[in-house]
């Protein structure tokens, strides 16, 4: 299957390539398709955490959460 890639999300991928951070074009769509599931679950989780919320859970503790969030981001930058 073919698709036409609009010039502005062409020149984004090649200058991807351009500087070594990705192999090919491919490589650029791959994670990108991958880092937009993400997004999308992390919507769904928060929706999720919302309707709970609004049904009367009062969730985590403030600090709880921050040190939840916390290990969550040291774990994808280690």
Request: aromatic letters at 4%; zero cysteines; proline letters at 3%.
């Amino acid at each position: 299957m073919i698709h036409r890639i609009p010039d502005d999300v062409q020149a984004e991928i090649d200058a991807r390539v351009a500087s070594g951070q990705y192999a090919d074009d491919e490589s650029v769509l791959r994670e990108a398709m991958a880092n937009l599931r993400e997004f999308d679950e992390d919507v769904a989780k928060v929706k999720e955490a919302i309707d709970d919320w609004q049904a009367g859970d009062k969730g985590l503790p403030l600090e709880e959460a921050a040190e939840l969030v916390r290990r969550k981001v040291e774990g994808k930058s280690g």
